[in-house]
């Protein structure tokens, strides 16, 4: 971690690749955040497998607070149910409201599986609840009862990054059982892209004709269609079947170039089953593409397919045409990290200086990761991990950059500067089909380009006192 | 819609485990009006069921979301890890006009300790005064209020004694609400909190004198859409001069002269009504109900006050302004109701608005179905006449009740007794509130703290025209081709206060009903019908 926690300062830690950045006074407190807390990632995950619940041990106010939230960018039902602490289970602590509570999820939802996240009040007390659940799966081992899954997410101890990693590991140890036979499927493990994302991800397996277990898997749980007949829990997900011979997989690939370092689900595959892992940064940009691209032509053992090669010469077509109006601009791009580090990775390639990159999130890894991806950037690329939004608005004013890059969090300061805001990520929540929107692969990467470069040439028109209509 | 509310109400308890569903039992009822204006007594302000996907929020949302949160110049600092105070920036839509461009708006910030375990093990109250002289230095603000979520409580930091501290410090006031999300059982816990807090450390500091004759203060109004703008204008043109509203469009001077108003409107009873006894106690301002959701009940609130008043011409004034509006309001319910007569509602959500709305669905044509509140008590549905029967228990005890006694200096009653006797009339809800079970048509459901799985059950089983919720719920009813209107935010529309506020409503609702798009979900070659069998070779 590169920031220092003592008990005052938890301070924006600022680090800068090519030079010292302006200085400016650290603060106390966080100030509109760019990061949202760990039980919110753990419940995503939750509802990307197959018939599964989200459950948080801890108050019921978290749970709801989650929901709104998470709806507020699918547009899409979420239900996370809550043990709902009351003033004497916060002191005698929660484990008769855990019980009850896994019954009644239970009896309505009838749920393959229920997947429980602490809130930090439950993690305050220091409750056992990896024992608690234990117990009661041991206690119905009779009954029809749902498989329970367990995950630690204190949000003091990390954010909604954090907490999605978690989950996915923990259901992987949870579930993964040794494989007699040896399947051929590929684990992908794509970290907290959007629904279309997911979807992109299951064609290109398709199309390499490679069988792929993608975890989690919310491209039709978050994004469902219009239905006759309303159903609790919605189709689709990943299959637990499938994540129980994720020990028998030819190999996992997992995204995230902040999290190489980290104890993750691929890494629990590999060192507890041999399953070969390949921990590949975000897939965007046609250098990262194509990483992934080659470890999945090594797994398949055939070439890629004519479809994908001619979507790459397309992208880097497009990249020639645009190249006059990118060239030389200044962004800002902030999020998750490494959608931080991918988009550094894309606007790179196309000659558009991230003049800040900036995450509330502190992995550590965030400013190596950067310079592995844009080791040239021909600018300052001031990196700020654990900052937040009135930090970024601050340097912002002094950057004078051409445009935002991030969630709609950022609004307000693209806003105040008179600059478009790209919308990618999580949370958006001003614009409708946040879930839709590709940022992954030369598809997603081409439809980011297309979107970047319209921004800034739509802005051009509207600050134009000419207003032409030929550009 | 041929269904027996009784049996519907049993068919929905029955999936549930024995304890649970004898519990919900008694939180749905039927209405069933006796000749003494009696109504059923139902369960509410009850812990949800651990597991329940309820609507309910925490104590917090309640104190920081909804009290407090709207007023534009306290600055909030919220003391705890990082997700309670991210999920309560600026989410629910409350508008407010600062007087100039310079003038202070801190309700686009949000401020947090974002605790780290350091903190949670060895304690975060240096960090919580750092961060608070942090605050002061960039911000100045005349007032600062902080919040404790649930792991705070826990740790025992001592947040007043330090809001204390600091206040002697900076020389601006200061001062805590341990709003933990684990007190009480919803939003409502935290909306008996801010509502202690203010009257405690706010009220009553700001002596500015008014020669206006009508003084009043709104309460429980927090400007979602504009609805406080449409009302401040109203007061306007009827000559009505408002001091402070609690605590949409409202800064923190006006809360603080509050008490020398002559008279409080209570409009939210459900998370202000402590706020109106305490101030009628302390200073001897009455309180009146009043509703500004419904044209005609728009119409009777301004009367109320002008009969509170007594006074001829300001008796005139609102005849005048009530004239003025009222046409445009009935072409508009013309048109609607040629398209919505007949057609059907449910409202489930907040602690007034399923009732206040239900208004402007009538004057539609439209009939209500089902109706609920997300934390509502009994006397919100009741009426306050049940109050000396309510039990409380261990969740509502501990949230400090403030004994309250006139003010030494500051008592003034502003009626005689005889006075007091006359507005006695109950149409007037002076200083009362029926609740909403008595405006009912008998048999309707009424459902206290609504579940996911009930939501369900009651759609399918009754298809309303339309459901009114949140954004939670939104998602879901539409999944099962009902439209359905969030009263919280209201859909990004609004103002649906006032006259003009119910012709946006009558617009609002009459383009969703009858919304076209679920023919669609069947494409032509899926809605077919099977095409027939050949004919069978006749043979002979
Ligand atoms: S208490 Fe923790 S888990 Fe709950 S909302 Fe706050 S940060 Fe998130
Ligand atoms: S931790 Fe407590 S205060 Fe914070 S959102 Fe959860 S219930 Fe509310």
Redesign the interface.
Known sequence: MSAD????T?MTASLNILQKPAALPS???????C??????GASLVFRGIEGAVP?LH?????A??????I??H?????????????????IFGGGE??R??????T??YKPSMIGVAT???C???GEDVAAMVREYQEAQIDLPTPQLVHVST????G?HVDGFHAAVRSVVATLATPEPEPSHHVNLLPGMVSAADIRYLKEIAEDFELSSIVLPDYSETLD?P???A???IPAGGTPIQGIRSAAGARASIEFGRSIRQRDTAAAFLESTFGVRAHRLGLPIGINETDRFFSTLKDIADRPVPRQHEMERERLIDSYVDGHKYVFGKRAIVYGEEDLVVGLAALLAEIGIIPVLCASGGKSGALRQSIAEVAPSSPGVTEVCDYTDF?SIGEKAKLLKPDLLIGNSKGY?IARDLGIPLVRVGFPIHDRIGGQRILHLGYRGTQQLFDRIVNALLEHKQQTSEIGYSYM | MAHDAHEVKKEMVAIYPKKLGKKRAEQIVVTELGPDGSVPEIKANVRSSPGIITQRGCAYAGCKGVVIGPSRDILSIVHGPIGCSFYAWLTRRNQTRPPSDSDPNFITYCLSTDMTEQEIVFGGEKKLKAAIKEAYDVFHPKAIAVFSTCPVGLIGDDVHAVARQMKEELGINVFAFSCEGYRGVSQSAGHHIANNQLFKHVIGLNELAHEDKFTINLLGEYNIGGDAFVIEDLFRRCGIKLIATFSGNSDYDSMANSHTADLNLVMCHRSINYMAEMMEKKFGIPWLKINFIGAAATAKSLRKIAEYFDDAELKAKVETVIAEEMPKVDVAQKDVKSRCQGKTAMLFVGGSRAHHYQVLFKEMGMEIVAAGYEFGHRDDYEGRKVLPTIKVDADSKNIEEIEVRPDETRYVPRLSQERKAQLADPELEFQDYVGMMPEMEDGTLVIDDISHHETERLIELYKPSIFCAGIKEKYAVQKMGIPCKQLHSYDYGGPYAGFEGAINFYREIDRMVNMKVWSLVKAPWQTLAPQPEPAPVAAD
């Open positions: 926690t003592s008990a005052v938890n603060y106390v407190s966080t100030r509109n955040a990061k949202l807390c760990a039980p919110l459950f801890g108050s019921q106010g978290c709801t607070y989650m929901r709104r939230y709806i507020s699918f547009r899409e039902p979420m239900d996370i149910a809550a043990s709902g602490f009351s003033e004497s289970s916060a409201n855990l009850r509570g896994l019954q009644n999820v009896a309505q809130t930090c009040l993690e305050t007390i204190p949000s003091y101890s954010t469902g219009a239905l006759d309303y159903e609790k009135m307000g």
